[in-house]
């Protein structure tokens, strides 16, 4: 299957062939392909904890309030900003994949790669992915792409952390690099609820060797009527943890009312 062309061992950094089991590289390391169709390519020396990345109960409170819609405009603008040309992408720490898969089904002929160390994350995207045939997860670190050089033409990092010389290694000559991050107004509400003074959200840094060539800002009201839903933000954003047992079933207890802002900056090879 061509999907996977790009894929390189982790261990050897040969290219990856499929074989019955998984994968395998001619240095014969070999990686089974999990129940779920998603590939193990986090070497354990590279594993600095049991379970790195995002906790499960996270990831399961991101998947939740994700498929309610409420990130579909930004999901929207992503899918406009991939080129129609685009024959590879990589969604790096794709999480529980909400992203990948929109990005998957808008290229439904683009191989699609969504990386996330955490295990956790990776099942579930792959779970819900059996039927795209173009979607392939790995589990499997930013800072060692299990990907070939100059390979990619389309790289979203939203929300995660990735190593510059990384993006710069697999990224092709001409391809676009889009990092999604919180802007001023993200979860204000909410915000200065928990700190006194809301710092507002800095802008991320240009990757080393990358030009912003694009800028975008993506704002949305959000209303969250359902206390289950509010539990769900809650659990997936991690200065939510800080609330006190008291604030917390206050602000469950009524409608949440705030406001949505990611900024996109959009880069190219200098
Ligand atoms: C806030 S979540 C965002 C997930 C997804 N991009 C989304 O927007 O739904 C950040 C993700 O980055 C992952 N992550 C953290 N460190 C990473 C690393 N070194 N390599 C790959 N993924 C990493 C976490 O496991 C987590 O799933
Ligand atoms: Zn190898």
Request: with cysteine; hydrophobic share 40%.
């Amino acid at each position: 299957m061509s999907v996977m062309k790009e894929l390189r061992c982790p261990l050897c950094h040969h290219p990856l062939l499929q074989n019955t089991q998984g994968l395998a590289c001619d240095n014969r390391h070999q990686f089974d392909r999990a129940k779920e169709g998603y590939f193990n390519l986090l070497p354990v020396q590279n594993k600095h904890s049991r379970e790195p990345g995002d906790a499960k109960e996270q990831l399961q409170a991101r998947r939740q309030f994700l498929q309610a819609g409420f990130f579909e405009p930004l999901k929207t603008r992503l899918q406009e900003l991939l080129p129609p040309d685009a024959k590879t992408v990589l969604d790096i720490g794709c999480g529980e994949g909400y992203f990948t898969a929109g990005l998957s089904s808008a290229r439904p002929n683009a191989s699609v790669y969504g990386i996330d160390i955490a295990k956790a994350g990776v099942r579930l995207a792959a779970k819900a992915a059996k039927e795209n045939g173009n979607l392939v997860y790995c589990v499997a670190s930013s800072a060692d792409l299990p990907i070939a050089d100059e390979s990619i033409d389309f790289i979203t990092r939203i929300y995660a952390p990735s190593k510059d010389a990384e993006l710069w290694r697999v990224i092709k000559p001409e391809g676009r690099l889009v990092i999604v991050a919180p802007g001023e107004n993200h979860l204000f509400c909410l915000r200065s609820r928990i700190y006194k003074d809301v710092r507002p959200h800095l802008p991320p840094e240009v990757p080393q060797g990358f030009e912003m060539v694009g800028q975008d800002r993506v704002q949305s009201e959000l209303i969250v009527k359902h206390k289950e839903l509010c539990a769900a933000l809650l659990d997936m954003t991690p200065f939510a943890w800080r609330l006190t047992p008291e604030l917390r079933e206050a602000i469950l207890t009524s409608e949440l009312s705030d406001t949505l802002d990611f900024t996109i900056g959009i880069y190219s090879k200098k």
